[in-house]
């Protein structure tokens, strides 16, 4: 290329490449059309004027012959040429090339600013681009969770105006070190590259991004561009316009339920409620269940500056699983974080298996545990052949019945164990034995009161080292629990059909304290996450799940399709809210709850400065360098290559050329 | 001779039945043009010591005072002497162009004249005409010399079945060896057929023919193909006669060009011959020999 003239499309190697392999493919297929019909004439001289006309009509046929080729070659040298888009190398050298990065995380929602944060950065960004130089290009990006380009590298100041109106608020707390890496990635190699970064600093590392813990203030992400040993950022001119102008926030940053073992028709719930403001605050927190918002609590919470509460919610019964915590008069600057939610899960079904004879007092206490087990029966002689089961039983109780040989792995309760197999050797009976002796804080004996327990007779059990006597009278382990690798086993030592254990209403609760600890199902923590993350639920053994996917319903009530792959669907928690998961019959299968549950994002403290590896960028400048209007020398070859294929074609018609 | 059946004549070559048959009805029509007279009936033009009145010209000292008109003396003033026709048997020399232009067109050229010169021939020897036949190119190929009566047809006949169009043409060159090898006694009718693309000049070829003070009549054989151009294009010419290879790119200039340049040729032959009071017939192939050799016939001064 001539001096001063950069090729800002293809490179001269490529554009060398395609004019030699593009000159040399037009002259041979020229050379191949020139191939001539014979034709039989009676007399040639008709055909020629005069001896001395053939002369310079061979040479006007030689340079019509000639002349199509050349300008067929032309043509190709003008594409080329507009190809490689050549410009003035001063004039490009003045060009940046600007990307624009919106935070629009869920702190931008904050209303501290003339509509929202969010409203205050779309209108920089579009002073941004109004500003920009004649020959500086740009990229229009925003962050939250994740990146998201919404245009190209482009001059079109129209559509990047449109592109800044478009982009909208996210509940997700930002991820900025993605959006920082996303941003170096694009700009390198780029003429002048610049990042004008326009957020309140919020946020952190929340989100399903990578999110190297980057706190505001601090190196965020590390100090390495992506793959490479190249520093982030390096060469980029890098600034910073924050939005924001005050600290009033008061926020639930936890909220979670879950239900009692011992009643499952009741739950038990933790709200953590903090202060993001600079005074101190009172305000109203309440929890109701359902779409009908049922009342199930309402207290008064007082907060001094950046102070954290935690409030707990025991013993409650809930008509619905669907549980909702408002911060009633917080009035605040950010309402997102006011109202946190939580879905308390079904109770576990655990699998029983009993194996003895008829046992009424058993199976009445089993029977009050309602839907939350699932028990069958074997027969005391078929006790062998239940063997192959034991493993895909949750809890498998031997009433009366001591199989030989005795399990290694598994969870067994021993009611009464006796006999050569015994997991304990029984060294004899005591009679009438009184229970002293009381772990009260072993989960077998969670609310129950068993001291004066009536037993006529118990057998004298053996305890190894791994066992403990949950309860005992001296000399007399009455209740025994053993741990082992792959085995967990209780033994009671005494017939309960010669006790009044059965008739005790601490019976139906410690028989779900056994099946609880032996089955070590959670204790049904609640499905709730924080906004941003994408998680994986399992949903083989849900009815309806058969299909190949499950629709999702967002909290703002849009539907999407997920596909069930192994058994599980995945699901981005993008909003605050419900949900659901609706199966190809129509049917709710599973819930979820999403919260913002972020104190880095509930901090609406405004940011004046925000440090990227070791620098502090500075605001952008108010008035970048006015250039000249770039030429587009491309636009001019393509207009004469046309114009030459039209005079070509035009020439080919009335024979002028060949 | 006995005049041969007209199935003898039907030979191997390209004269079948059919064309025979026409041939006798051309002949019939000759001889109702000619009055029927028997014998050497053709009269020419020759001027001589015949009771028919000729011409006149004027006096030249030595001229028989006996042959002046006097009526035209009396009206003009000016002696004339009366010319009288002299009746002799007529030669028809038939020169039938055989290079290979006349091969061209669909049909070729040389089909309509052989059987227009077949015609010609074979009433001129049902007439008790010397008829003699000659195949040039760029001279004499193939030729019979002259014969009379009916049985010399089977000859002519059988010499313009086998015509083939091939080589060059020079028409001046093959006159001028026909006349060497005619009877300077005898002057006739020459019958000149050609397509006249004769790049020497077909011109000089009447002029030696009427020097040698013979009769011509010349038959141009035309085609629409030698007419027509092929549609724009990039093309390579070659001569038929020559092999010459000229490439040549069609455009509607050299269409044009190419027109009017064969117009011009036709015309100019045309013209030359009017010029020397020769008949000219210009006659395309699409035309049906029998209706041509009529109107030759009629037209053409070759039967009176």
């Known amino acids: 290329m001539p001096l001063g003239m950069a090729l800002t499309g293809l490179s001269t190697l490529t554009a060398g490449i395609l004019s030699v392999a593009g000159g040399l493919a037009l002259t041979a297929l020229y050379l191949l059309r020139r191939r001539r019909e014979r034709l039989l004439v009676p007399f040639i001289p008709l055909w020629f004027s005069s001896a001395g006309g053939n002369r310079s009509e061979r040479l006007a046929r030689r340079v019509r012959r000639w002349g199509s080729l050349a300008l067929q070659l032309a043509i190709f040298a003008f594409i080329l040429l507009a190809a490689v888009d050549p410009s003035p190398s001063e004039r490009d050298a003045g060009g940046r090339t600007v990307v624009v990065l919106l935070d629009r995380s869920a702190s931008m929602q904050a209303r501290d600013e003339p509509g929202t944060r969010l409203g205050r950065a779309r209108t920089l960004a579009r002073d941004i681009i109004d500003e920009l130089g004649s020959d500086d290009r740009a990229l229009i990006a925003s962050f939250a969770g994740s990146v998201t380009a919404a245009t190209g590298i482009e001059e079109d100041r129209a559509r990047l105006r449109a592109a800044v109106d478009a982009v909208r608020p996210s509940n997700e707390p930002g991820d900025l070190p993605a959006a920082l890496i996303f941003a170096s990635t694009v700009l390198s190699g780029r003429p002048r590259p610049t990042l004008i970064l326009i957020s309140d600093g919020g946020g952190g590392d929340a989100g399903s991004g990578a999110g190297a813990g980057a706190a505001v203030g601090a190196d965020v992400g590390t100090n390495v561009g992506p793959g490479t040993d190249t520093p982030l950022l390096h060469g980029i001119d890098v600034r910073f316009l924050p939005v924001g102008r005050r600290r009033d926030n008061v926020a639930i940053v936890a909220f979670a339920a879950r239900r009692l073992p011992a009643d499952p028709t009741s739950i038990e719930s933790t709200l953590v409620v903090q202060s993001f403001r600079t005074r101190p605050t009172d305000v109203t927190v309440a929890i109701t269940a359902g779409p009908q918002r049922i009342p199930l609590a309402r207290r008064r919470l007082h907060l001094e500056p950046g102070a954290r509460i935690a409030d707990a919610l025991s013993g409650v019964a809930v008509p619905d699983a669907r549980l909702e915590a408002v911060l009633e008069d917080a009035h605040d600057d950010l309402p997102l974080d006011d109202r946190a939610f939580a879905v308390v899960p079904e109770p576990a079904r655990v699998s029983v298996l009993v194996v003895g004879g008829p046992n009424l007092y058993l199976e009445g206490a089993l029977l009050g545990l309602g839907k939350a087990i699932r028990v069958e029966h074997v027969a005391p002689d078929a006790v062998e052949a239940s063997r192959s089961r034991w493993s895909d039983t949750d809890v498998v109780i031997f009433d009366g019945v001591t199989p030989d040989p005795a399990p290694a792995t598994g969870r067994f309760l021993y009611l009464d164990p006796h006999g050569p197999a015994n997991p304990w050797p029984d060294r004899g009976a005591v009679a009438d034995p009184v229970v002293t002796d009381v772990l009260r804080a072993h989960p077998l004996t969670k609310q129950l009161g068993l001291t004066d327990l009536n037993v006529a007779s118990a057998r004298r059990l053996t305890l190894s080292r791994d066992d403990v006597a949950v309860a005992s009278a001296p000399g007399a382990p009455l209740i025994v629990a053993r741990t082992r690798a792959g085995l967990k086993q209780v033994a009671v030592a005494f017939d309960l059909r010669r006790s009044d254990l059965p008739m005790r209403s601490a019976f139906p609760l410690f028989l779900a304290n056994v099946l609880t600890w032996l089955a070590n199902r959670p204790a049904g923590e609640a499905l709730s996450w924080p906004t941003g993350r994408t998680v994986r639920v399992d949903v083989a053994h849900l009815p309806g799940s058969q299909h190949r996917g499950l629709d999702v319903v967002a909290p703002d009530g849009t539907r999407s399709h997920a596909p069930i792959l192994s058994g599980a669907v995945t699901v981005t928690l993008d909003q605050v809210g419900f949900f659901d998961l609706i199966g190809a019959n129509g049917q709710g299968l599973a819930r979820l709850a999403a919260n913002l549950a972020s104190p880095p994002e509930s901090d609406l403290e405004p940011r004046a400065t925000l440090r990227v590896g070791d620098r502090t960028p500075p605001p952008p400048d108010p008035r970048p360098r006015q250039t000249a209007p770039r030429r587009e020398w491309w636009l001019w070859a393509a207009a004469a290559a046309l114009a030459l294929c039209t005079g070509e074609w035009l020439s080919f018609h009335r024979r002028l050329t060949v | ?304």
Not at chain 2, 9 to 26: A, P, Y
Not at chain 2, 51 to 66: K, M
Not at chain 2, 190 to 201: E, K, N, R, T, Y
Request: aromatic letters at 4%; glycine letters at 10%; a neutral charge.
């Open chain 2, 1 to 304: 001779m006995a005049a041969p059946k007209l199935a003898s004549l039907v030979g191997s070559n390209r004269f079948g039945e059919h064309f025979l048959r026409k041939l006798e009805t051309l002949t019939v029509v000759a001889k109702r043009s000619r009055g029927g007279a028997a014998g050497a009936e053709r009269r020419g033009r020759r001027v001589g010591t015949g009771i028919e009145f000729a011409d006149h010209r004027n006096y030249a000292p030595g001229d028989d005072v006996r042959a002046l008109d006097w009526n035209l003396f009396a009206r003009l003033d000016r002696p004339f002497v009366r010319l009288r026709e002299e009746d002799e048997d007529l030669t028809l020399s038939l020169i039938v162009d055989g290079s290979a232009s006349m091969a061209l067109g669909t049909p070729p050229k040389l089909e309509l004249a052989v059987r227009i010169a077949a015609a010609l021939g074979y009433i001129g020897l049902s007439g008790l005409d010397r008829v003699s036949v000659s195949l040039v190119g760029s001279g004499v190929r193939e030729g019979l010399p002259a014969m009379r009566g009916k049985g010399s047809a089977a000859r002519v006949l059988d010499l313009l079945g086998r015509a083939d169009a091939v080589g060059r043409t020079d028409l001046e060159a093959s006159v001028r060896e026909v006349l060497r090898t005619a009877s300077a006694t005898r002057r006739g009718l020459a019958v000149l057929i050609s397509d006249f693309f004769d790049p020497a000049g077909s011109l000089r070829a009447l002029d030696r023919l009427r020097a040698a003070r013979a009769e011509v009549v010349v038959i141009q054989i035309t085609a629409p193909d030698d007419a027509s151009v092929p549609p724009d294009g990039d093309v390579v010419l070659e001569d038929a006669e020559t092999g010459e290879l000229r490439e040549l790119t069609i455009t509607p200039a050299s269409r044009k060009a190419y027109a009017e340049r064969y117009t011009s040729l036709l015309r100019g032959i045309s013209g030359a011959c009017r010029e020397r009071g020769i008949p000219c017939f210009q006659i395309p192939t699409a035309v049906a020999f029998e209706d041509a050799v009529l109107r030759i016939l009629r037209t053409g001064g070759v039967v009176a």
